[in-house]
């Protein structure tokens, strides 16, 4: 199932504590952005890239691309100051409908079959969103006191990709700048709407870099995968 995935990177990324936009921070020796890219240039089920920017960053990210011979970018609108704003502009940048997935452009080890997966899911059901099962015990608190312990079973961090006919995405879009909801994620949105969102199981590895800790942890995952492939 072919798809066109959309990315917000017009982010500042002040956990990261870098001074500057942590998508050019290098990963053995390739930037943030250029490898979560490549996953994607890779994979013959994507059509297509849009990717929002910052206009102050707009050459430095045509750079990354050219440098990574990215070849699928297909537009690179300008972001805006919140997520939510930035996926709208690449909704509007975008020409031939379909299925349409979100990714953070900081999770560059995504694995394809769950790529796969999503397109699949949002194609058959409209809209699906990549996680994991909880690990740890989850418990309610507040003021410092536990109240209830949750039920681990029900319980999943949701990650990116997060898969959609676009027809449904662009109308919780629209729906949700008129009425001022501002969601924490594109299935937030689709929730908001009334619509139903499937999961679909993905990988612990398919961390975001947002802390130094997480960059060191995605060193180790680039050699090992280094590894697998020889």
């Not at 995952?221 to 697998?228: C, H, I, P, Y």
Request: proline residues 3%.
């Amino acid at each position: 199932m072919n798809y066109t995935v959309m990315m917000p990177a017009a982010g500042s990324g002040t956990r990261m504590g870098a001074g500057h936009n942590k998508l050019f921070l290098e990963l053995e020796g390739q930037t943030i952005l250029a490898h979560t890219l490549s996953v994607f240039e890779r994979d013959p089920w994507c059509e297509g890239i849009i990717l929002a920017v910052k206009e102050s960053e707009r050459s430095k990210i045509e750079q990354i691309i050219k440098r990574a011979q990215i070849t699928k970018v297909k537009s690179l609108p300008e972001g805006g100051t919140e997520r939510q704003h930035s996926v709208a502009a690449c909704l509007a940048a975008h020409k031939t409908r379909g299925i349409v997935l979100v990714h953070d452009a900081a999770r560059p080890f995504i694995a394809q079959h769950v790529i796969h997966k999503l397109a699949d899911s949002a194609y058959e059901f409209g809209a699906a969103v990549a996680g994991v099962k909880v690990k740890d015990t989850m418990k309610y608190v507040k003021d410092g006191i536990i109240e209830e312990t949750a039920d681990r079973e029900r319980l999943w961090v949701i990650q990116t990709p997060q898969a959609f006919r676009y027809e449904l995405l662009e109308q919780a879009s629209r729906n949700a700048e008129r009425a001022g909801f501002l969601g924490t994620d594109e299935a937030m949105l689709v929730e908001h709407d009334g619509k139903e969102v499937r999961i679909v199981e993905s990988t612990y590895d398919n961390i975001k870099m947002t802390t130094p800790e997480d960059l060191a942890y995605g060193g180790y995952l680039l050699k090992k995968r280094l590894e697998e492939t020889v």
